[in-house]
């Protein structure tokens, strides 16, 4: 389940310095296949979830109960594959460095585009990311270690169960990243205003405390750096929670984006809540 699709770091250090339209300008034309973290600074990055629409009004329902890891803030409409809440163009075939395919609850395959599977009866949701809060927290001089160094950020499975909805249930997924302990307290601030990119962290701490028994081997993403002693392990809810659902479940086709690998639109990352309609 570590699925790593690295680009090299010149590739990547050259998309840092673009904006988010040509960001997916150049995601579209596949030319671009990595993981977004650091990039398209100010501008909202999100998970993407695409299912039949039978199975859309229980997924709203599940993201209601689950808002802490499941922070809705866009959905297209029947057959749409544009969300036109999110910014100009953003289409959900082909605007993701990476998706990840789901047959009967098992990943069948990941591809870069959509375009041959998208039909009339898909539903798209669009999830806040952490990865939206990142820019923030660099901008006031936190080191991020994912991003200086061109890896996916860690994410783990948790024993903090989900509240369930139909077929999604499960538990909650996380992501960790690492800092000084006397940082955690400005980190928890900051975040605090980004409640739909899962805001504040859920854990402080011991992994084993939410069920993690192994930090460096994480279901999703690459292995994170060695804790150092005056450094504390932060966990916060994740985006990747409903892949974690569908795993668990019968349903027998969804599309989500590749974790990591994330969809970028034109909502500033300020905006106090990005409108959903």
């Not at 860690?154 to 077929?167: D, L």
């Not at 809810?237 to 590749?258: E, K, M, R, W, Y």
């Not at 300020?270 to 959903?276: F, K, Q, R, S």
Request: net charge positive.
């Amino acid at each position: 389940w570590r699925l790593k699709l690295q680009i090299s770091q010149e590739l990547y250090s050259k998309a840092q310095k673009l904006d988010n339209i040509q960001l997916r300008s150049i995601i579209r034309s596949e030319k671009f296949k990595g993981q977004t973290s650091g990039l398209s600074k100010n501008y909202l990055q999100t998970n993407l979830i695409i299912l039949d629409k039978k199975y859309a009004l229980d997924f709203m329902i599940f993201c209601q109960r689950n808002p802490k890891a499941c922070p809705l803030v866009g959905v297209t409409d029947v057959g749409d594959p544009f969300f036109r809440t999110l910014g100009n163009d953003v289409d959900v075939r082909s605007d993701v460095p990476s998706y990840n395919i789901y047959k009967n609850g098992k990943l069948f395959k990941l591809v870069n585009n959509i375009i041959n599977l998208w039909n009339e009866d898909l539903v798209a949701f669009a999830i806040g990311c952490s990865f939206t809060f990142e820019h923030s927290l660099i901008k006031k001089g936190f080191r991020i270690d994912h991003i200086e160094n061109n890896k996916v950020v860690p994410m783990y499975k948790t024993n903090i169960k989900n509240k369930v909805s139909g077929a999604f249930k499960d538990t909650m997924v996380v992501s960790m990243r690492i800092f000084k302990k006397n940082q955690v307290n400005e980190v928890i601030k900051i975040c605090k205003s980004f409640h739909w990119a899962h805001g504040i962290p859920i854990h402080v701490g011991n992994p084993k405390e939410i069920g993690i028994l192994d930090i460096n081997n994480p279901e999703w993403g690459d292995k994170p750096k060695v804790l150092l002693e005056d450094e504390e392990y932060v966990f916060w809810a994740c985006g990747v929670t409903p892949q974690n659902a569908i795993l668990s479940s019968d349903i027998p086709f969804c599309i989500s984006h590749t974790p990591g690998h994330m969809l970028i639109t034109d909502v500033p990352e300020d905006a106090d809540v990005p409108i959903l309609q």
